[in-house]
């Protein structure tokens, strides 16, 4: 099957599940049970969407979610809020580095957490010409601080040596 790209004067977009859309084409065709991935989630979560059916096989395309319908986008964002669902850490309360290894405490907009960090050089990032911050523990989770700056002092403190 060829790739098919998607934009609102090709096609609409309904959400059918929390992690699944349906594709109906303005030929008529429909693709049920597609999964919205985005290729670039941390970086541009906005553009190049893959379409993909239940055996992972492509089938759509969006280029950009702004060339569709409100809609259509509003379904492809509320399947984002699942899947790439990223907790925001509001404040750090403890960081504790023993033997190589670094257990932060935490506290997130999805509640209070602790986890381990394997490698800071690796798993704490800072993005170039921003004050945003993504933090992967040693289980493959993901943490991001939106603004650094905007943390308490002693958050603050406690993340400077690491950035």
């Not at 670039?40 to 992972?56: A, C, H, K, W």
Request: charged share 30%; with cysteine.
């Amino acid at each position: 099957m060829a790739r098919v790209y998607v934009n609102k004067y090709l096609g609409k977009i309904e959400r059918t599940d929390i992690y699944k859309v349906r594709l109906t084409m303005k030929n008529g065709s429909v693709y049920e049970d597609l999964e919205p991935r985005c290729l670039f989630p941390v970086t541009n979560s906005r553009m190049y969407i893959t379409l993909l059916d239940e055996g992972e096989h492509e089938v759509g395309f969006i280029r950009d979610l702004d060339e569709l319908d409100d809609a259509s986008r509003s379904a492809i964002l509320d399947c984002f809020k699942e899947y790439y669902m990223i907790p925001k850490i509001t404040r750090l309360v403890d960081s504790i580095e023993k033997f190589g290894s670094l257990k932060w405490i935490v506290e997130t907009d999805r509640g209070n957490v602790s986890f381990q960090i394997r490698n800071r050089h690796s798993d704490i990032k800072l993005f170039r010409g921003t004050n945003r911050v993504l933090i992967r523990d040693s289980n493959d989770n993901r943490y991001e601080i939106a603004d650094y700056k905007a943390l308490d002092q002693h958050s603050q403190h406690l993340l400077y040596s690491y950035l």
